[in-house]
């Protein structure tokens, strides 16, 4: 198993500018050699404050193509869906098209979604660039420690979860064997919350987390209190 490049940063604030200034290198890298790029967006609360700077740097046009790592089953409006979040705090006001932006159908239930899902990824090449946050416990997108991650060759690209341990039950996931399809995967990680499963991760347990490479690079982007010099 191989570890990430642990990138740490002081602040949230000079993690986010750096990483928008990658995001926006890639993009450029992508879309001059296909014309097109293809990013995995992270759900829950970290990533944010990226979103939020993209937004404010009117990121995204019509050559970017927008993909979600996981999605909660909540009604489509439901405010704690990654979809609702992440349009409020920059899709919606941005110039990627809504044809661009597919927000995973979770309301239809994990079983239903999970199965459109793998049907619209069926032709996207591999992913340019996957953002990915952590949970507690090395959870990420929606695979869960205890359960399946889809790590096998010949894995679909979702998987329906009917029992994750983080509310609500009800999720769908792209698979680690479709989230490794990416030349690239960035964790976002800050808070001291994090430092427990980081430390799991660096010491080489089996976690979700641990599932997760890119083709090219993977690289873990950390702030001081996420990943403290001095520990
Ligand atoms: C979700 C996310 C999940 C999240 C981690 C970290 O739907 O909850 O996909 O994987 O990224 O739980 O969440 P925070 O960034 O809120 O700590």
């Given at each position: 198993?191989t570890?990430?490049?642990?990138r740490?940063?002081?602040?949230?604030?000079?993690?986010?500018?750096?990483?928008?200034?990658?995001?926006?290198?890639?993009?450029?890298?992508?879309?001059?050699?296909?014309?097109?790029?293809?990013?995995?967006l992270?759900?829950?609360?970290?990533?944010?404050?990226?979103?939020r700077?993209?937004?404010?740097?009117?990121?995204?046009?019509?050559?970017?193509?927008?993909w979600?790592g996981?999605?909660?089953?909540?009604?489509?409006?439901?405010?704690d869906?990654?979809?609702v979040?992440?349009?409020?705090a920059?899709?919606?006001?941005s110039r990627?098209?809504?044809?661009?932006?597919?927000?995973?159908?979770?309301?239809?239930?994990?079983?239903?979604a999970?199965?459109?899902?793998?049907?619209?990824?069926?032709d996207?090449?591999?992913?340019?660039?996957?953002?990915?946050?952590?949970?507690?416990?090395?959870?990420?997108?929606?695979?869960?420690?205890?359960?399946?991650w889809?790590?096998?060759a010949?894995?679909?690209?979702?998987?329906?979860?009917?029992d994750?341990?983080?509310?609500?039950?009800?999720?769908?996931?792209?698979?680690?064997?479709?989230?490794?399809?990416?030349?690239?995967?960035?964790?976002?990680?800050?808070g001291?919350?994090?430092?427990?499963?980081?430390?799991?991760?660096?010491?080489?347990?089996?976690?979700?987390?641990?599932?997760?490479?890119?083709m090219?690079?993977?690289?873990?982007?950390?702030?001081?209190?996420?990943?403290?010099?001095?520990?």
């Amino acid at each position: 198993m191989t570890l990430p490049e642990w990138r740490v940063f002081p602040d949230p604030d000079e993690l986010v500018a750096a990483l928008a200034a990658a995001l926006l290198e890639q993009a450029a890298e992508a879309i001059a050699a296909r014309g097109v790029f293809h990013v995995v967006l992270a759900g829950g609360s970290t990533p944010l404050a990226l979103y939020r700077a993209l937004a404010a740097g009117s990121v995204g046009d019509a050559r970017w193509q927008v993909w979600y790592g996981d999605e909660r089953c909540l009604p489509a409006d439901h405010p704690d869906r990654n979809s609702v979040m992440i349009e409020s705090a920059w899709l919606a006001h941005s110039r990627i098209p809504s044809g661009n932006r597919r927000p995973i159908p979770a309301e239809r239930g994990a079983a239903e979604a999970a199965v459109l899902y793998a049907g619209w990824l069926a032709d996207v090449p591999d992913f340019d660039v996957v953002l990915l946050g952590m949970g507690e416990d090395g959870h990420t997108a929606s695979l869960f420690p205890g359960h399946g991650w889809g790590t096998e060759a010949g894995s679909p690209d979702a998987l329906a979860i009917a029992d994750a341990p983080k509310p609500p039950p009800g999720r769908v996931s792209l698979t680690a064997a479709r989230l490794n399809r990416s030349a690239r995967v960035w964790f976002v990680i800050t808070g001291p919350g994090k430092r427990h499963a980081l430390r799991r991760w660096d010491s080489g347990e089996a976690l979700p987390v641990t599932a997760v490479h890119g083709m090219a690079e993977t690289v873990a982007w950390l702030d001081a209190a996420a990943w403290p010099a001095d520990d």
